[in-house]
């Protein structure tokens, strides 16, 4: 094995999968005093895990999964305040020294090890991705070989279960899935829903470090359910009054599309098997009844279709007339009222999962078992009728990985509603507040800052028609289940055609802290406007404060207090302390530059929004980090993956100075 003792900066180290001769881990491990990750997967390492390893002081990440590591697992007393996952699976280790509350923040992983198949107990620390990679074994049946599609239930019978992912903070103690299993259950019963049986399968931890696990709902009676038991079943587990254990919350629920409802296939072969003996017993009388109804049903269809245009909101869209054409739609639908008063219970306040000067937010879910967020204006804030068709038309054209998506809108009994995605992390600014319990050191602020840069140049630059978001700022910034940031709420959002690129005369709008100055004065709107909010956001990632606190102007303070000759620029009382200060913030100096570029008082003095993306990309790189990683969740992940960057907005290729 190759001696790296002389790599005091490296931060990543990832040797699995080689053909070393087995031996113990090697001490130089030790002295990597800048590790974070360390990854040996299958290289033949063996003997006892020295706690040393543990106590380097930046190290979050530790995976020494299938060697022959063996004996006792002591992490040790001392060990890295960062420390976040261990994942030893797939090992020899017959003991681990526990200390009680020690180890609560860290997700360890043991299982495949004697230690675990000795208890049998799935507890916190012998769960791994490949525990259960099937359904639960059944205690008191015989499974059976199903066909088609279909799965075994814990209960023997084969059926077209309901799949989804439940999401939830890693359990701080010892427990098995077995309760939460059960609780689901007994939920679905007290609720009296066409269920048989649940089963959890694969647990594994997200990028984000929840615990994602692979639920399945089996029917009673049938091999599948029908449409109104798919419903229900979503919307017991998205509802807020199910309660899980308290040891699985907050618990989220994604379903995956149901293909398999109850007797639709059959149900059209019985019709037709009907039709023909019909057919053969009465003939011509037959014939001729039906050529009744037909002309009956043609008539009424005539007329419900006409009825259903006077009411439908396309059909005379603009009030004045001077346009009666549909909104232009790409991937977005309309709703009706009653849908998505069914969908969020009437609007119960139990779903309101949040509000603003707009109106407010509930949370819903589809038949289909999708969360989705339903945006319902107040009538105050009501726009004409060609505005929110324009709006809408804009909003489903925009389709990229940090923005929200559109899911569609609802324009009936003068309500004005607006259909996303759910985004179960909610706002930056709850995180940064410490409201959401998500800590964000400096890793996550800079993937999060360059997710929203990147969604926001999007905007600017690859848009069709490009677009000013106009009202940047933390509280629109939403963090999904992997942390990846999305720019939402583009209520305030205008097109730039090819006749007004360079500005839009338009009534100043925004909020307070990140209005720009220049587009204050003079009315004069471009996506500069957008880059000076988007450098206030990036001081409140770097402090925790809003723009305006106490009366003081983050911009000020920050420009006031800043001497570039002092060790973080003189900021430090001014830093959020969960970003890290007991540890290197590299790249800290750069992040600031570029911030305070951002808010120049003259539009021509900032970047464009692709030249910020950059430079969140090259403050990555000076710290080690592969700017190109799917999550903000922590380092563990960086230098594996890469954004799935719909729009194709180039990677640029800045190489550290």
Known sequence: MPNLTNLATLSYLDMSNNTFDPSPIPSWFSTLQSLTTLTMEHTALEGEVPATIFSLSL???????????????????????????INLQSNSITDFKDRPGAYKDIAIIL?????????????????????????????????????????????????????????????????????????????????????????????????????????????????????TG????????????????????PLFFNGDRYLHFTGETRKSEKSTSIGVIIGTAAGGC????????????????????????????????????????IPQLKGARCFSFEELDKYTNHF??????????????????????????????????????????????????????????????????????????????????DSLSGKSGIRLDWVRRLKIALGAARGLSYLHELADPP????????????????????L???????????????????????????????????????????????????????????????????????????????DLYNLYEILDPTIGLGTTLKGFEKFVDLSLRCVEESGADRPSMSEVVKGIEYVLQLAGLNPNAESAASSASYGNESFDYSGGFPVSKIEPQ
């Open 59 to 85: 190290l979050q990440t530790v995976v020494l999964k299938r060697n022959r590591l063996n004996g006792t697992l002591d992490i040790g007393a001392t060990h890295s305040s960062q420390l976040l996952s």
């Open 111 to 227: 299982a495949g090890n004697p230690i675990c198949r000795e208890s049998g107990d799935p507890n916190d620390y012998c769960w791994a991705p490949e525990w259960n990679s099937s359904y639960s074994t059944p205690q008191n049946c015989i499974p059976t070989s199903c066909s088609s599609n279909q799965i075994s239930s814990p209960t023997c019978r084969c059926a077209y279960p309901y799949t989804g992912n439940l999401s939830f903070r890693p359990p701080s103690n010892k427990t098995s899935y077995l309760t939460l299993e059960q609780s689901i259950s007994l939920s679905f019963q007290s609720f009296k829903l066409p269920v048989d049986s649940v089963s959890l399968s694969n647990p594994r931890k997200s990028q984000s470090q929840y615990v994602e696990i692979s639920l399945a709902v089996f029917p009673s009676d049938h091999d599948s359910f029908n449409r």
């Open 230 to 249: 798919i419903s229900e079943i979503g919307f017991v587990l998205s509802n807020p009054e199910y309660e899980p254990p308290k040891e699985f919350k």
């Open 286 to 325: 037959v014939l001729l009844l039906l050529s009744v109804l037909a002309g009956v049903y043609a008539y009424r269809q005539k007329r419900r279709a006409e009825k259903a245009n006077d009411q439908n909101p396309f059909a005379h869209w603009d009030p004045n007339k001077s346009s009666g054409s």
């Open 348 to 429: 119960s306040d139990t779903n309101n999962v949040g509000s603003g000067g707009y109106g407010k937010v509930y949370r819903a879910t589809l038949p289909s078992g999708q969360l989705i967020a339903v945006k319902r204006a107040q009538q105050r804030s009501m726009q004409g009728a060609v505005e929110f068709k324009t709006e809408i038309e804009l909003l489903s054209r925009v389709h990229h990985k940090n923005l929200v998506t559109l899911l569609g809108f609802c324009f009936e009994r003068e309500e004005q509603m607006l259909i996303y995605e759910y985004i179960p992390n909610g706002c930056l600014r």
């Open 467 to 486: 677009i000013i978001h106009r009202d940047v700022k933390s509280t629109n910034v939403l963090l999904d289940e992997r942390l990846t940031a999305k």
């Open 488 to 566: 939402a709420d583009f209520g305030l959002s205008k097109p730039m055609g090819d006749s007004n690129k360079d500005h839009i005369t338009s009534q100043v709008k925004g909020t307070m802290g990140y209005l720009d100055p220049e587009y204050f004065m003079t009315n004069q709107l471009t996506e500069k406007s957008d880059v000076y909010s988007f450098g206030v956001l990036m001081l409140e990632i770097l402090t925790g404060r809003r723009p305006i606190e106490r009366g003081k102007y983050i911009v000020r303070e920050i420009k006031m207090a800043m001497d570039k000759k002092k």
